[in-house]
């Protein structure tokens, strides 16, 4: 197994002292060690409270260079944040910020012990790097029960982290850590097939590209070509110096190995969650803008996860602002105060679900919810006109529409709606397919346009201009699973191919994630059927500095590799079936007006006020647009 390689010896090693000093109102233990099952040694920075005693702990472990400054890795997130939201660097010198953690120097003070621990092969850990693998999950597993019975430590452990640091929390949970307590996973993916490198079916070339801008970068043994702590002045990649090849031999080929499984096989299996033992209590906070890796997974974990106690928070804007401002951090705490503090008032009145409602003008109105998907869901069917081009009514007409499979496919908008109309849940799309080829790659797209057709886009969780929703799927991939599929919700297990046949029509059923939008008076709802990502067709998004792409419209989260997308398999021509027993439909969730006009239980900073929904859209004629 690759995990198990041996690692590398440095040439003259000095091995890393952990050393403490009180500072800034904590005491700090810098690059602690924690022994692994194997006797590897990992490097955590501990910062407590001066007073002696027992606390909780707050910890986080990952790849991104725990002694990394927010400021120094990722500066272009870190200034749009803090001149747009002052709260987030107020009351804190922001020595301490590193990307997607917590500050300690705003939870020490409510007598917390934050734990930052360097994964194996990263920052000041050395070892062989093999992400969400069952050897990193195990050493992770260690990590908690080290740090439960620590002699500053009350026993009870808490997981507190964005992206990475939340997505390998559902994975630790499976195992059940004696002294994990509780959990916040502010956007983090479960599925290692399904949110995160196999979108339908479709590979993600987003983890390959991440690998080389985020990870290669802070590889134990960069040494000196890597960067300095802000705070103490050491080397965050620890004080070795590998030469390329030996870094190479560190690390496994982790886009080479996701493309090597194409299927829904023990690889990712064995980087999933099993939700039947998650039972940690939990708060999942979900991003409506995180299409193609965090949202589905927050969801999934909400209604799938067996745990007693768990909440569900939606907000937008980009993924880690939130879980910085007062708004968010102070959710977190209450929630911790509870779980590892024991304050029974703590907590209280937040609700089950608390929704941040998305309005156009990146206006969010918070309401609070029972369940998910929300009960009063009008689940409504809006038929693919092929004649009109138009969203709505049946068509009994045979008739069939073609598009060039790697193209931009084509537009179905509804007419200009009557009233508000708000559609918040997960939505799913129904098609009958046949292909000149045989495969079809499906690209779906909810949108939302002006009455003259503008397109109306937010800020995503990274890109700045993101659709309302989206879903994808592989159409030799379009076997369902039984019992675990809604109308809602198709689910695909993905564990076999089904090549379509020359003159067959192919029955799919597409999951799109779920999703948010008040739509106003007179706006349109549109869905494009696309053979290729989604392209917003305004300004470039720019770059930002961890990515390699251009932001058009997805961000990093790309379809592009020619390997997984060879145009004599997926470059022919995909056709559209329409006749009295094939009704294409695209079913939404339209939550009803007087039910959705409730008060606020929560709002946010961020948040402005906006008309609640209404009834759904009414139906009229619309002219034939082609997707972009």
């Known amino acids: 197994m690759a995990s198990d390689r041996a690692t590398t010896t440095p040439r003259a090693a000095q091995p890393l002292e952990m050393r403490t000093e009180t500072r800034d109102g904590m005491r700090i233990d810098w690059d602690v060690p924690i022994e692994m099952d194997d006797g590897l040694i990992v490097r955590a920075d501990v910062y407590r409270p001066i007073e002696p005693g027992k606390y909780p702990v707050i ?41 997607e953690v917590v500050d300690p120097e705003k939870w020490v003070p409510h007598d917390y012990v934050c734990v930052r621990v360097d994964s194996r092969g990263c920052g000041c850990s050395p070892g062989y790097i093999d992400h969400f693998s069952p050897r990193e999950t195990k050493d992770f597993y260690d990590c908690i029960e080290w740090a439960g019975v620590q002699d500053w430590s009350n026993g009870k452990v808490g997981l507190n982290g964005i992206s990475y640091f939340g997505s390998n929390q ?169 779980f590892l503090h024991g304050k029974k008032d703590a907590f209280k009145k937040q609700p089950k679900v608390l929704l941040q409602v998305r309005h156009p003008g990146e206006k969010f109105v918070a309401r609070a919810e029972s369940e998910w998907p929300l009960a009063r869901t009008q689940w409504t069917k809006l038929y693919l006109d092929p004649a009109e081009m138009i969203l709505g009514k049946k068509s009994s007409k045979a008739t069939t529409l073609a598009f060039e499979a790697m193209g931009d496919g084509l537009t179905f908008l509804t007419p200009a709606v009557d009233e508000d109309t ?64 809604t109308p809602y919700r198709p689910y695909h297990p993905h564990d076999e191919k089904q090549p379509l046949k020359k003159g067959e029509v192919a029955e799919l059923d597409i999951e799109i994630w779920p999703t948010s939008i008040v739509v106003p008076k007179g706006y349109r709802v549109g869905v494009s059927i696309r053979g290729k ?96």
């Open 422 to 485: 708000e559609i918040t849940g997960p939505s799913a799309l129904k098609l009958f397919v046949s292909s000149s080829t045989k495969d079809a790659d499906l690209f779906i797209v909810v949108r939302v346009f002006t009455g003259d057709l503008k397109e109306v886009v937010f800020q995503g969780a990274i890109d700045p201009h993101t659709p309302i929703a989206q879903g994808w799927l592989r159409a030799s991939h379009r076997k369902l699973d039984k019992k675990l599929s």
């Open 170 to 338: 559902w994975h630790v949970a499976t195992l059940q850590p004696p002294h994990l307590a509780a959990m916040c996973i502010w956007e983090g993916s479960a599925d290692w097939y399904r949110d995160m490198t196999h979108h339908g079916g479709i590979l993600s070339t987003f983890w390959a590209n991440w690998y080389d801008m985020q990870v290669k970068t802070v590889q134990y043994g960069a040494g000196e070509r890597g960067r300095y702590s802000r705070v103490h002045g050491g080397l965050v990649c620890g004080p070795e110096t590998l030469s390329e090849k030996e870094l190479a031999d560190n690390r496994c080929d982790f886009g080479g190995e996701i493309l090597a499984h194409p299927l829904d096989d023990k690889y990712h299996k064995d980087r999933s969650p099993q939700w039947d033992k998650v039972n940690v209590p939990f708060l999942s906070a979900a991003n409506w803008g995180g299409q193609g890796l965090h949202p589905r997974g927050n969801f999934e974990a909400f209604v799938r996860a067996v745990a007693k106690d768990k909440f569900l928070e939606v907000h937008g804007i980009e993924h880690w602002t939130h879980f910085y401002t007062d708004y968010g951090r102070e959710q977190q705490l209450a929630f911790f105060d509870k």
């Open 59 to 99: 910890l986080t472990y990952g790849p991104y260079a725990k002694g990394l400054a927010f400021q120094d890795g990722y500066p272009s997130a870190w200034e749009r944040m803090v001149t747009k939201h002052p709260d987030v660097a107020a009351n804190s010198t922001n020595l301490y910020q590193s990307w």
């Open 533 to 628: 990502d989604y392209e917003y067709g305004g300004a470039s998004g720019g770059k930002l500095s961890n990515f390699k792409n251009e932001l058009t419209g997805c961000g990093p989260f790309l379809h592009n590799d020619p390997n997984d997308r060879p145009p004599a398999i997926f470059g022919g021509t995909t056709t559209l079936h329409f006749d009295k027993a094939r009704q294409p439909y695209l079913l939404l969730p339209v939550i009803p007006a007087k039910s959705a006009a409730r008060k606020p239980a929560a709002k946010a900073k961020s948040a402005k006020s906006a008309k609640p929904a209404t009834k759904p859209a009414a139906k009229s004629k619309s002219k034939r647009a082609k997707g972009r």
